[in-house]
């Protein structure tokens, strides 16, 4: 089963909790990324991204492609 990775844009401050927790390096920033990016195929799904953002700005679905929204 595939998962996706949906940022909620305005609740994310940049602050790269996500990006340090992922175990699966999942999850893509750079100094000139403002905001964190979700690296292809990458997600196992184990919600450890969506438990420590302090801003609830992460969804994660399993098999179903909600997309990427940068204005979600
Ligand atoms: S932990 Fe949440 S607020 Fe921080 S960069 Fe990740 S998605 Fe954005
Ligand atoms: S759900 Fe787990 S594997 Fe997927 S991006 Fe979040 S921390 Fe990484």
């Not at 175990?23 to 292809?40: G, K, N, W």
């Amino acid at each position: 089963m595939d998962w996706f990775w949906r940022l909620k844009e305005n609740y994310c401050t940049g602050c790269g909790i996500c990006f340090d927790v992922c175990p699966e390096s999942a999850i893509e920033m750079t100094r000139e990324m403002a905001l964190p990016e979700p690296v292809p195929n990458a997600c196992t799904g184990c919600m450890t991204c969506v438990d420590e953002c302090p801003f609830d700005a992460i969804e994660v679905t399993e098999g179903e492609d909600v997309g990427y929204e940068l204005n979600g």
